[in-house]
C-alpha cells in the first residue's frame, strides 16, 4: 500500500509553538511529510558580508524558523508523537558565525561568519574537508497553552539541538493539543555537541519524515530511540539541571525498556551510557541528552 507524501514549503513557516495555531495542512497517522526548511536566519546569509546588515535587524524572537505546523489526525491531548526521519537533504552551503556572549567563548569582541559549501559527504573549512553529519536543530509540537519559541527548548520539543535527532531516528513528543500542530527547523549539515559559538553549519534542507501516534500516554519529555540507542533529552538554567534531568529521564526509560531498578539503571548508565550537552551557547536554557546502547542480541 503506497504510503500519502505530504510537501511542506519552507514559506510555511513559524517562530513560536502555540496552541492556537492554524495548521498548515492535515495527514493521517502513518503519512510521510517532506518539509523544506529555512536556515536559522530565515535565509538571509548567503555571503559573510550579510552578516551586519542580517544581526542590524535580528529579532532573537525570530529565528530558527521551523516549518509547519501540521495537524495528525487522531493525535489526542496526553498521547505521544513518533516522529520517524527518514532522510535529510541539505543545501549547497551552510554558515557558521560567533560573536560575543557566546557562553564558552570569552575572547570573542566582534562579530564573524564564513560560509561553508557542501560538496558530497563533506563540508570545506579552513582548506579541510570534514565529514558532515546532518541532524535537524528544532523539533516540536505545540504547549497546551502559552508560547515556546522556536529559538528555546522545551518539554514539548523546539530549540533541541540534539545531535541524535538524525536520518533513522525515532523522536518522541508529547501531544498536549488536539492534533499535535508538529513542526520543524534548524537543520545543521554538522553541529559539535554544546554549539558553543551559537550556530552550527546553519542549512536549508528538506527532510523527509513519518508520522505515527501512540495512544499508551505521554512521557511528558522528549526522547529519541535508533537502532543501537535510546536517548532522553531535557533543558534547563543551568548545565547541572540539565545533566541531571536527561539523566533520571534516562533512569525512567530504562525502567520501562529493559525491567531496570533505579539503581541498577543508574549502575548501567555509569557502565554504559553517555551524558552530553546539546547546546551551551548562551542566552537560552542549556540542552542535554543522555544516551544508552541497546543490549547485544543473544
Excluded: K
Amino acid at each position: 500500500m503506497e504510503v500519502p507524501l505530504q510537501r511542506i514549503w519552507r514559506e510555511h513557516f513559524i517562530y513560536a509553538f502555540t496552541p492556537g495555531l492554524d495548521p498548515v495542512c492535515e495527514v493521517a497517522p502513518g503519512s510521510q511529510i517532506l518539509f523544506e526548511t529555512h536556515d536559522a536566519s530565515t535565509g538571509r546569509i548567503h555571503h559573510a558580508d550579510d552578516l551586519e546588515p542580517y544581526l542590524a535587524v535580528r529579532d532573537r524572537r525570530r529565528v530558527n524558523p521551523a516549518t509547519g505546523p501540521v495537524r495528525v489526525v487522531g493525535s489526542r491531548t496526553g498521547d505521544e508523537l513518533v516522529v520517524t526521519i527518514e532522510r535529510i537533504d541539505i543545501g549547497p552551503r551552510g554558515y557558521v558565525r560567533v560573536g560575543p556572549g557566546s557562553a564558552l567563548v570569552d575572547r570573542v569582541d566582534e562579530h564573524q561568519a564564513v560560509i561553508v559549501p557542501i560538496v558530497g559527504d563533506r563540508f570545506l573549512m579552513g582548506g579541510h574537508r570534514f565529514p558532515i553529519r546532518p541532524m535537524v536543530g528544532v523539533i516540536g509540537t505545540a504547549p497546551a497553552r502559552g508560547e515556546l519559541l522556536t529559538a528555546a527548548p522545551g518539554d514539548h520539543g523546539s530549540n533541541l539541538d540534539c545531535n541524535e535527532i538524525r536520518s533513522g531516528a525515532r523522536v518522541h513528543l508529547p501531544v498536549a493539543v488536539e492534533g499535535a500542530l508538529l513542526a520543524l527547523g534548524d537543520v545543521h549539515a554538522s553541529m559539535g555537541d554544546a554549539e558553543i559559538s551559537g550556530t552550527g553549519i546553519e542549512i536549508g534542507a528538506e527532510v523527509l519524515v513519518r508520522v505515527e501516534s501512540l495512544f499508551c500516554g505521554s512521557h511528558g519529555f522528549p526522547w529519541v530511540e535508533s537502532d543501537d540507542r535510546i536517548v532522553a533529552i531535557a533543558h534547563g538554567p543551568t548545565i547541572d539541571v540539565a545533566l541531571t534531568t536527561a539523566t533520571a529521564r534516562l533512569v525512567q526509560l530504562l525502567g520501562e525498556q529493559y525491567g531496570f531498578g533505579r539503581i541498577a539503571a543508574t549502575m548501567a548508565i555509569s557502565a554504559a551510557g553517555d551524558i552530553r550537552v546539546g547546546q551551551y551557547c548562551g542566552g537560552m536554557d542549556v540542552t542535554a541528552y543522555a544516551s544508552f546502547p541497546r543490549p547485544l542480541p543473544g
